[in-house]
């Protein structure tokens, strides 16, 4: 991040990053696959992931006043989805079921009994259609990039989830993502049609622009806010600022939080980049020692190096540093 961009270059890495998350968004639903029914018996609550170690649960559930309504007031919207999500994001390192009782005892723990069980049953038709999204993404007929492809998926994974969710249900959890997926592929349909001249496509997307909620106009330009951010904090490390100005200006733009993971994203890629320069000099110095060894013997030495400072998903990062 210390590298100061123009602002052209800026948009342009903005408008190229955008463009792969809409496309991941839309294209890459994640799904999770269960070993066995969502409706067996979950065990007892377990230890966290070691990634969740010291992490609080995504999701702020929420219990209307009014207890007598359905499901013990429950609120059904995305930021239950999240809790959920955040849970499911232990797959790999904690068995299904041991996921499940996990967060059925947070909900248990944190919503009264009628609301926690109506909340539990959610969570188990979550489960079955994370499970039953595997399958559906398997169908030849969804696969491949185009416009036609991504809304067949979309229509597809609506259709699936009217089968685990009535309408409120789905509005609630999934209604915003829909919003937004929809908005990306008709956006991604007018760039793609070669028969509209740019000025078209530009009316075209303008169009969308005014159509669009405030909801989905405020996710649309967070990721520009953090590029204009991140520039403004090039150009004042540029001019000399401290690390604590740089905080400061960034607390005032979003909130102190944000600005904290900011500053420790700052501290890794500064701590990388230090890694990465000890490990160049330590290679030169290498290869100029074993230069007049045999091939395999520098080739040896050299994977001996890179295995004693860095892990192996890292050493693939590796090969953009060495050439």
């Known amino acids: 991040m210390g590298t100061f961009l123009k602002p052209k270059a800026w948009a342009l890495i903005a408008a190229i990053l955008i463009g792969i998350a809409v496309l991941w968004t ?5 799904s999770t696959p269960l070993p066995r029914s969502a409706e067996a018996a979950a065990p007892q609550a377990t230890a966290p992931a070691r990634s969740m170690q010291g992490t609080v649960p995504d999701g702020q559930i929420r219990v209307m006043t009014d207890s007598a309504a359905a499901g013990g ?21 904690k068995t299904i079921e041991a996921i499940r009782a996990d967060a059925e005892a947070e909900l248990d723990r944190r919503l009264p009994s009628s609301a926690a069980a109506y909340a539990k049953r959610l969570l188990g038709l979550y489960l079955a259609f994370k499970t039953a999204l595997v399958e559906l993404e398997q169908r030849p007929e969804l696969a491949g990039n185009g416009v036609a492809a991504l809304r067949a998926r979309l229509l597809g994974m609506q259709q699936l989830r009217a089968q685990y969710f009535d309408e409120r249900e789905a509005q609630g959890m999934f209604g915003f993502d829909d919003a937004y997926d929809q908005d990306a592929i008709s956006r ?48 004042m490390r540029q001019s000399g600022a401290s690390d604590d100005e740089i905080y400061r200006m960034r607390a005032a733009a979003f909130d102190p939080q944000a600005a904290s993971r900011l500053a420790e994203v700052d501290r890794d890629e500064a701590l990388w980049k230090a890694r990465i320069q000890a490990y160049l000099v330590a290679r030169d110095r290498l290869i100029s020692v074993n230069a007049r060894e045999p091939e395999e013997v520098r080739t040896a030495a050299l994977a001996a190096l890179r295995a004693g400072q860095f892990t192996v998903d890292e050493q693939k990062r590796l090969v953009a540093y060495e050439r």
């Open 26 to 30: 839309v294209q890459q639903r994640q």
């Open 73 to 93: 007031g429950l609120v059904v919207d995305v930021e239950l989805r999240k809790f959920f999500d955040y849970h499911l994001s232990a797959v790999g390192e």
């Open 188 to 235: 991604l349909e007018i760039s793609q049609d070669n028969t509209l001249t740019p000025a078209q496509k530009q009316q075209a997307l303008a169009a969308l622009d005014v159509a669009r909620s405030a909801e989905l106009r405020d996710a649309h330009d967070a990721p520009m806010a953090v590029v204009h951010l991140e520039e403004t904090a090039a150009r």
